[in-house]
């Protein structure tokens, strides 16, 4: 009844529009923007909205990456698709084909272009300044232009750079440093961290607690003081509900541009280096070292005091208990190279339907 109730009430309304275009792009913009070619076609023709390959119609764009959906080319509408080299030709007529070798990328640029606001979460008050109802300390420095929603609260000498936005009821502790053009998203707290210019932090990221720091001992456990720092560099952004830790006695460090999604945990004296991803429910222990561009799967689990090198790939669900060179891709719990992973997976796999064989035999 309530479901029905509810249903009928929201017919009457009118679909809200989350992110409005900014404006139209015609397909020599779209050039101009992402360097791609067009195949052929009238250059002339606009876009105003992005859709899937499937659900492309006139006035869209759509585009092919992975050619797993290769099939739904032939039947898309969209006015233009960016495209591959390899794929070009299959696009139906009346889409003007845009080809470029990274047809993902440059929809994302296109999109940006189209929804900016996208971007970058904004204030979820509308607000602009100060608004009522939020705590800020008479010795926090905030450039002009920051934006603080409702319920936020910000710690003596905190310091904040023009155009960020402080989103409802964040916590941003005593002498904090953030920089300009950030976001720090609802029920956020940030403490004892000094936090880079172009930072995204998504609701309810906790940044600067406690590490996991214990002396263990058959009498009980002693609490080792934390009295290090986290430091997130310029363009990094992290995903819901990620919890990072300051370090014991030396800082956490996440590096420039660097992505985290979401319900990640850092330990404590844990240097990521630059443009690294990090995949959901990973957890990386205490004073490991990430080289640049280091990419861990979802639910990877890193333990303390390892390497990993620079480029390296860990795979999903791998649990990795020794360092790793630069370069390579493990996988696998304990984690191995993944050449070696995936023989003794093969193996293991013969060896079943060799034992059920056998079993078969002498029943």
């Known amino acids: 009844m309530y479901a029905e109730r509810a249903g009928a009430e929201y017919s009457s309304m009118s679909d809200p529009v989350f992110f ?27 876009v105003d909205g992005i859709a899937p390959l499937d659900a492309g119609v006139p006035g869209t764009l759509v585009f092919l990456d992975n050619p797993k959906y290769a099939g739904d080319l032939a039947g898309t509408h969209a006015t233009a698709c960016l495209v591959t080299e390899r794929f070009a030709a299959r696009v139906p007529a009346g889409t003007v084909a845009l080809v470029t070798p990274e047809p993902y990328a440059a929809c994302a640029k296109v999109s940006a272009r189209l929804f900016p606001d996208s971007m970058r979460p904004g204030s979820l008050f509308g607000a602009t300044g100060i608004s009522p109802g939020s705590y800020v300390h008479p010795e926090a420095r905030l450039e002009p232009g920051v934006v603080v929603d409702p319920g936020a609260v910000i710690g003596p000498r905190a310091e904040i750079g023009e155009g960020t936005c402080i989103g409802p009821n964040a916590v941003i502790g005593p002498d904090v440093r953030i920089g300009r053009q950030c976001s720090i998203g609802p029920n956020a707290t940030v403490v004892f961290a000094l936090v880079g210019d172009r930072v995204i932090l998504h609701p309810g990221v906790r940044i600067g607690q406690d590490g996991f720091g214990f002396a263990m001992s058959p009498r009980g456990h ?47 004296n844990v240097t990521v280096g630059r443009h690294c991803i990090i995949v959901s429910q990973v ?19 890193i333990t303390g005091h390892l390497k990993i090198g620079m ?44 034992s059920s064989k056998a079993t078969k035999k002498d029943d």
């Not at 015609?26 to 076609?41: F, Q, R």
């Not at 430091?231 to 030396?250: L, P």
């Open 222 to 268: 002693l609490k080792v003081p934390q009295i290090g720092r986290v430091i997130i560099q310029n363009d990094v952004e992290i995903g819901a509900n990620c919890t990072i830790d300051r370090g014991a006695n030396r800082d956490t460090v996440i590096g420039e541009g660097s992505k985290i999604d979401n319900l990640v945990q850092i330990g404590h």
């Open 283 to 301: 957890g990386v222990s205490g004073s490991t070292d990430l080289g640049d561009f280091v990419a861990l799967g979802g639910q990877a689990g």
């Open 20 to 46: 409005r275009r900014a404006a139209s792009l015609s397909l020599s913009d779209i050039v101009e923007i992402t360097g791609a070619k067009a195949a052929s076609g009238d250059l002339s023709a606009t």
């Open 311 to 354: 480029g390296a790939q860990i795979a999903a669900q791998s649990g990795v208990m020794t360092d790793v060179p630069a370069g390579e891709r493990w996988g696998g719990a304990p984690a191995q190279p993944m050449r070696e992973y995936l023989r003794s997976i093969a193996t293991l796999a013969r060896m079943g339907k060799s």
